[in-house]
């Protein structure tokens, strides 16, 4: 699909980079055409913003759109042969736009059905099916979304203000700008402020808590009410069940935080049992360990995001321990026993 000189690039593969829905080098590539110039960029966000028009629809009416057939209908009316863009834009570039114009118009025809009168196109999405999807905005501040999150922001963000809602879990590393604050709205009325600095929320609906780590600058996190002021490596956790908002110790050179994103940690002379600790935060399946001799036991190692199993058979193997393997209810326990 790909070629070194020109790559087959047209609304539909524009469309499914900012739903997540690429392949990784697809997805590369992709990012790197659409960084290739500032024309580029402009044919994104020009899909993008006609995506949000459908989606703000939806939202505003509450119906369900079969979002596949409303783009099908839009497909249909433009040329069906694929676009190839070179990586250096030349006179292509007039055909693609007429095309996204299209797309545009005949896009707000579909929406008018779903009673499109009712809003108006004010808001970009941007969903991540993935983790590690990276979305620049306008003021070149960046945000890193983990899977199944996504966030959105006014079409003139920067203009007046710097406001962005999330849902899910992202990191953020934030142009300073002190006369304008850049603020993220989270679920029960709270909200985190800052000038220019980075940090990690997570913000998932289905759990109890919403945290914010700060790994550099200052950040205010809470509500009109009440609020924390927190600096690099501290951690500011809100239950939404107790309603209470407080600091929590967070061991910040291993990385728990950003592990999502980063993909890998390095533990450097940690305690086996708070090794234990960390995966059975960091991973779905249970990680137990039955042997108290050796509870003690410093562990060296890098641990890489995908390859849970093969970190503990290295530390079973260094420590003398058995690695079994169960299942229970469909769950994988990991279990590391004496010998």
Known sequence: MIENENIEMNEEVLLSYYLGELKTEERQRTKEWINESAENKAQYESIVKTWSVLDVSGRETGEAIDTDAAWKKVFDKIDTEPKVLPLNPSKSKRNIWLSIAAVAVLLIGVIGVLNFEKTSPNEIYVNAENAGLENKLADNSTVILNADSKINYANDYNEKDRKVTLKGEAFFKVEKNKEKPFIVSLDNALQVKVLGTSFNIKSNESDSIIDVFVATGKVEFGSASSNLILLPGEKGRYNKHS????????????????????NEMRFEHFELYQVVDILNELYPETVRL??????????????????????????????????????????????????
């Open 290 to 339: 039955n042997c108290e001799a050796k509870k003690d036991k410093l562990v060296v190692s890098t641990l890489k995001k995908n390859e849970l199993s093969s970190f503990l058979e290295v530390i079973a193997s260094i420590h003398d321990l058995d690695l079994e393997i169960q299942k229970n209810k469909g769950k994988t326990v990991y279990i590391l026993k004496c010998e």
């Open 243 to 262: 309603k209470s908002l407080r600091k929590v110790t967070v061991n910040s050179t291993v990385g728990i935080e950003t592990f999502w994103m980063e």
